[in-house]
């Protein structure tokens, strides 16, 4: 009863509640003899466990317990067994939420193959896992395979469904996400504001799948130049965060980073300056200075000072932020062509090396042939900077 109980409040986002259940529940379970460390309803508490840890933005701790926990579901029960899947499922949400999106992608695919195996490919768990291998193509940079096989299981959920089911709306909210970043801007629009509208009348406007998409519609408002309506949806996501989550929630912090760039594009350097230092920090000391969404973070601080005219500064941010991104993702990733455009112009304007605009213009080449006529290929032909927003996915 406790156990089904703590499942509820996860799934209302009452993650506090449900941790306190499921940790009392694990530590029974765990304990007595007739069940054990392997038995299956203390993996199954450990997987709950888990769970509500990365709602509380406690992702390391939620990544220590799902890898043992998988690796006692393959010995015990094999690696096709559908709990196995379920625990292989939950350690690449984890490895994702670390930053980790390389072995979350390597880890998606092979349980999509599993799955599909198994259950066949319109199972709602097979379903379930081409979103998830959807969003990790995007994280690792392949936009157009993400955006093709999100398509097709949007419409295989919906035709399977309906169109106001969770699994429905868990694709359309992340290929809204993947179309703006290939920069099909008004369709990824419509395409977030009409999933809003479908959480908020199915789940309600405090849910957290409905204050993330609020926060994603936020980014595509201020993509199109709506910058005031952008940090307003902005400011409301923080506030209720903060209240819900707490100040040094990734969640929290994630709209803050995205308000601090509507208001850079505004051109409001001062309030962006304070809340963009200040993320940057946070970031960096919550979940690793190496982390994705730290460096990010750090590009966009580097924006902030050679907006304010510090351009120095602004080269030493984005010479650290080049190199650690390049460390983590491939050199045409398009996060990481960004961070080497922002490089060279700071490079170019503080005549630091001599090749600086002939790398602009190699950027802006990748660019073109890696998304097509994309604003960021445009911004980059202008010389204009590129700063990123974060999207932090479900937990």
Not at 130 to 150: A, P
Not at 379 to 390: H, K, Q
Request: with cysteine; hydrophobic share 35%; aromatic share 6%.
């Amino acid at each position: 009863m406790r156990f089904e109980l703590a499942n509820t409040l996860r799934a209302q986002g009452r993650y506090r509640e449900a941790f306190e259940l499921d940790e009392d529940v694990h530590e029974r379970f765990r304990r007595k003899e007739v069940f054990g460390e392997d038995h299956a309803y203390t993996l199954m508490a450990a997987g709950g466990l888990a769970g509500d840890l990365r709602g509380l933005g406690k992702y390391r701790e939620a990544l220590e317990r799902d890898e043992p926990t998988l690796v006692r579901w393959q010995r015990a029960y094999g690696d096709e067994y559908s709990r196995t899947l379920m625990a292989q499922h939950n350690l690449a949400i984890s490895l994702r939420l670390v930053g980790d999106f390389r072995r979350a992608a390597r880890l998606q695919e092979d349980m999509l193959q599993r799955r599909t195996k198994v259950s066949g490919p319109e199972h709602y768990w097979t379903l379930h896992s081409t979103i998830d291998w959807g969003r990790d193509l995007r994280e690792i940079g392949q936009f157009v395979r993400s955006r093709d096989l999100l398509t097709d299981t949007m419409r295989a959920c919906a035709a399977k469904f309906g169109d106001d089911h969770q699994l429905t709306l868990h694709t359309a909210k992340s290929l809204a996400v993947t179309l703006r970043r290939l920069g099909a801007l008004d369709t990824s629009r419509d395409l977030t504001n009409e999933t809003l509208q479908r959480y908020v009348k199915t789940r309600g406007e405090q849910h957290p799948d409905a204050v993330l998409c609020n926060l994603e519609l936020a980014c595509v408002l201020s993509a199109v130049g709506r910058h005031d309506e952008a940090r307003a949806r902005a400011e409301a996501v923080l506030t209720h965060s903060k209240s819900v989550n707490g100040e040094e929630h990734p969640v929290t912090l994630a709209a803050a980073n995205d308000m601090a760039i509507f208001l850079m594009r505004a051109g409001d350097y001062d309030q962006a300056g304070a809340i963009v230092q200040d993320t940057a920090e946070r970031f960096g000391e919550i979940l690793g200075e190496h982390h994705p969404y730290a460096l990010v973070c750090q590009m966009n601080l580097g924006n902030l000072w050679y907006a304010i005219g510090d351009l120095n500064r602004a080269r030493q941010v984005d010479e650290t932020s080049y190199e650690q991104l390049r460390a983590l993702f491939d050199e045409e990733h398009p996060t990481v062509l960004a961070a080497e455009a922002n490089l060279a112009i700071s490079q170019s304007d503080t005549q630091v090396g001599h090749d600086a605009l002939e790398k602009l213009d190699k950027v802006a080449q990748t660019f073109r042939r890696v998304l097509g006529e994309h604003p960021n290929t445009e911004a980059v032909r202008r010389g204009e900077r590129i700063n990123s927003d974060i999207e932090p996915p479900p937990t």
